[in-house]
Nanobody, 125 residues
Framework: QVHLGESGGGLVQRGGSLKLSCVVSGGAFANYAMAWFRQAPGKEREREFVASINFSGNGKHYGDAVKGRFTITRHDVLNTVYLQMDSLQPEDTARYYC????????????????WGQGTQVTVSS
């Protein structure tokens, strides 16, 4: 069974940085496209696309709200995907989830087969 476990969330001030990690176990990580989504307070039915990276690591895509501030990377030996978040703003406050699907990333949450439980990021003003 595939398991995804996120970590690295926390409380940070406006303009600060955090790095999220997601470790994948029980599956063929090298074959997965990985993505990060977020769910803001009061928007429990809406998961916003943050970033994705293809199985090869060559294709990366970002949501408009985070372009130029967030960076997604992967480490296939460690079965881990990362999200480096810089210049954080209060509107980035959300629960961040990682997700996996085969081969190529997709901005739609329904396209993903596996999900983690999420990690909370709170940005104070």
């Amino acid at each position: 069974q595939v398991h995804l476990g996120e970590s690295g969330g926390g409380l940070v001030q406006r303009g600060g940085s955090l790095k999220l990690s997601c470790v994948v176990s029980g599956g063929a990580f090298a074959n997965y496209a990985m993505a990060w989504f977020r769910q803001a307070p009061g928007k429990e039915r809406e998961r916003e696309f943050v970033a994705s990276i293809n199985f090869s690591g060559n294709g990366k895509h970002y949501g408009d709200a985070v372009k130029g501030r967030f960076t997604i990377t992967r480490h296939d030996v460690l079965n881990t995907v990362y999200l480096q978040m810089d210049s954080l703003q209060p509107e980035d406050t959300a629960r961040y989830y990682c997700a996996a699907r085969y081969c190529y990333g997709d901005p739609k949450p329904d396209a993903y087969d596996y999900w983690g439980q999420g990690t909370q990021v709170t940005v104070s003003s």
